[in-house]
Every structure is written in C-alpha cells, then in structure tokens.
C-alpha cells in the first residue's frame, strides 16, 4: 500500500504564503495536491506528472491558479505546494495522493489556516 507523508501547513495571515511538502513511499507518475475545508468534500488542487525527458506537465484547479505552484523531487519522492496570496478561504486540510487518488492511501493531511 502507497504511503502519504504530508507537512509544512500551520497558521497564516491572509496574503502570507506556506510550502507544503508530501513523501510519497514510492515513485509515482501524476502526482496531485487535494483539500478539505470543514464541512465540505476534498477537492482536487494541482497535478503534476513525471516525465522522463525532464520535462513535467501541470494542472490547477481554477481556485489555484496564479497563487500555487506545485512541484516535485524525483529523487526524493517528494512533492511540494508553494502557495502565496493565501485568503482565508483557502483554511482546509491539505493532502497529497497519486491523481486520480488512491483511495486506501488517504494521509493524515496537514492543517492551513488562514485567519488574522
């Protein structure tokens, strides 16, 4: 079973910026960044794929682009999130899984919030 390690959330002010990182226990081609808010249905954020020439594929959800980017550590396994502009609706719990997910190997998430 694929392992998930997200980290990197906590609390911000509106307009700040965090660095999510997420260790996958193996290698996997499309990696993507998904959220829940309380009271609401995770979403998908971002995908990013592997590519063997070097060169990588992004997606973003439409709530995503232009303040996230996401990005990736081949070697590592590792994923990242780099959010900035954050606005306090952007307050969820943070996850990372292969696209489309895995459903088994759903993390722990990490906490965002946004709030003055």
């Known amino acids: 079973q694929v392992q998930f390690v997200e980290s990197g959330g906590g609390s911000v002010q509106p307009g700040g910026s965090l660095r999510l990182s997420c260790e996958a226990s193996?290698?996997?081609?499309?990696m993507g960044w998904y959220r829940q808010a309380p009271g609401e249905k995770r979403v998908w954020l971002a995908t990013?794929?592997?590519?063997?020439?070097?060169?990588?594929?992004?997606h973003y959800a439409d709530s995503a682009v232009g303040r996230f980017t996401i990005s990736r550590d081949n070697a590592k396994n590792t994923v990242y999130l780099q959010m900035s502009r954050l606005k306090p609706e952007d307050t969820a719990v943070y996850y990372c899984?292969?696209?489309?997910?895995?459903?088994?190997?759903w993390g722990q998430g990490t906490q965002v919030t946004v709030s003055s």
């Open positions: 899984n292969r696209v489309p997910p895995l459903n088994d190997s």
């Open positions: 193996t290698d996997i081609y499309a």
């Open positions: 990013i794929t592997e590519s063997s020439s070097a060169r990588t594929l992004t």
